[in-house]
C-alpha cells in the first residue's frame, strides 16, 4: 500500500476531513433548527360544514399570522374573516371525528399585509418555561394543558422543563447562564413563572428572557405564554418592511461547532429572519447570508442588543463582529 510521502500532505489530508466533518455537522444542525415551525393555517373544528365554525376557526388563523391577540376582531381584517370559505385549501380528518380546516396560507398573508398589518413567520422561537415552584403532581397535568392550550392559541412552540435557576450557591443565575441552559434543550428563550403552588389559578410573576432583552409582568397561568407571544409579536411589528432582502454578515472567532451553533441560532432568532445560510468559511472567520425583512439595516439593529457579537470594523453592505468568549 503507498503511504503519504510528507507529513505536509497527511496534514493536508485531516485537515480537508476535518473540515468535511464539520460541515456535515453544520448542515445536521441546520436541519434541527428547521423543525420549530408553526402550524399557523391548521384548525380542528367540530362542524366543518358550518360558516359560523369556518370564521370562528379563520379568527385563530389570523391571530396566530399575526401574533396579535386582537387580530381575530380587527377591523381591517374584518374582510377576511367574513369571507372565511374562500380562503380554505382544504380538509383533512382530525381527532374524535373532528375536522383540520386547512387555510390558504400564502393568501392569508398577502390579505394581511395588504391591510398593513405585520406577518409573523411559522419558524419561531422556542420558549423553555420553567416553574418555580414546580407545581406539585396532582396539578402538574391541570398546569400543563393550560400553559399548551394557550400556546396553541398563539403558535408559540413552548416546552416545560425543570431548569435551575440559581448556582450552588442559591444566587440566582443570569440572562446569559439560564440561556446557556436553555439552549441545551433546543430552546430560544426562557420564561420564568414563580408563583404559589396553593393557588395555580392566582397570581403569577412572569419574566421573559431572549438573546436580546429580558422583560416581567404579572398575571395567572395562561398569562405567561400570552405575554411571551405579545413580546415576540412587538418586536416582529418593529421590523415590518415591504420586502426581504439579504444581508451578509461576517464574524470572527467562530472557532467550534458549539461557536457555529451558538451564533447560527441567534441570526435565526432574529425578527424578521426567514433564512440562515453560511455563505463562506475561513479558518474561525464564517459569513452567513441573512434573508430578512428590511435587509442588512434591519439585521443591524436587531443585532445592536446582542451581547455576544463585539462590532468590528464595516465595509459597505456587508457587516462585520467579532464572536465575544
Excluded at 436541519?31 to 379563520?58: C, F, G, I, K
Excluded at 382530525?94 to 383540520?100: I, P
Excluded at 409582568?217 to 418593529?238: E, S, Y
Aim: glycine content about 8%; overall charge neutral; charged content about 20%.
Amino acid at each position: 500500500m503507498r503511504k503519504d510521502s510528507t507529513p505536509g500532505l497527511r496534514r493536508a489530508r485531516a485537515c480537508v476531513a476535518a473540515l468535511a466533518g464539520f460541515f456535515c455537522l453544520v448542515a445536521a444542525y441546520e436541519s434541527a433548527l428547521a423543525a420549530r415551525v408553526v402550524r399557523v393555517y391548521e384548525v380542528e373544528v367540530r362542524n366543518a360544514d358550518s360558516p359560523a365554525a369556518l370564521q370562528d376557526a379563520l379568527r385563530q388563523v389570523l391571530v396566530r399570522a399575526t401574533g396579535r391577540r386582537d387580530a381575530g376582531s380587527d377591523p381591517a381584517l374584518a374582510g377576511i374573516v367574513g369571507d372565511a370559505q374562500r380562503y380554505v385549501a382544504s380538509f383533512r380528518p382530525g381527532a374524535s371525528g373532528n375536522t383540520v380546516v386547512v387555510f390558504d396560507g400564502a393568501r392569508i398573508e398577502s390579505e394581511i399585509t395588504a391591510a398593513g398589518r405585520s406577518v409573523w413567520e411559522a419558524e419561531r422561537p422556542f420558549v423553555i418555561v420553567v416553574l418555580s415552584p414546580p407545581p406539585a403532581p396532582a396539578a402538574a397535568d391541570s398546569v400543563r394543558r393550560t400553559l399548551e392550550q394557550a400556546a396553541a392559541i398563539r403558535g408559540l412552540p413552548i416546552t416545560q422543563a425543570p431548569l435551575p435557576l440559581t448556582d450552588e450557591l442559591g444566587v440566582e443565575l443570569d440572562r446569559a447562564a439560564l440561556l446557556q441552559s436553555a439552549r441545551r434543550l433546543g430552546g430560544d428563550a426562557v420564561l420564568v413563572g414563580r408563583g404559589d403552588n396553593a393557588a395555580l389559578n392566582g397570581e403569577w410573576q412572569w419574566t421573559l428572557h431572549t438573546a436580546f432583552s429580558t422583560e416581567s409582568w404579572t398575571g395567572p397561568l395562561d398569562a405567561g405564554v400570552h405575554g411571551a407571544a405579545d413580546a415576540f409579536a412587538r418586536v416582529n411589528d418593529g421590523t415590518m418592511s415591504p420586502g426581504e432582502e439579504p444581508a451578509l454578515v461576517r464574524i470572527e472567532g467562530v472557532a467550534t461547532l458549539a461557536d457555529y451553533a451558538s451564533v447560527v441560532r441567534l441570526l435565526d432568532s432574529l425578527p424578521g429572519v426567514r433564512q440562515v445560510s453560511m455563505e463562506e468559511a475561513a479558518g474561525s472567520v464564517v459569513t452567513f447570508r441573512v434573508l430578512a425583512r428590511g435587509g442588512a439595516q434591519r439585521v443591524s439593529q436587531a443585532l445592536s442588543g446582542a451581547s455576544q457579537l463585539a462590532p468590528a470594523s464595516t465595509s459597505g453592505a456587508l457587516l462585520m463582529y467579532r464572536l465575544r468568549q
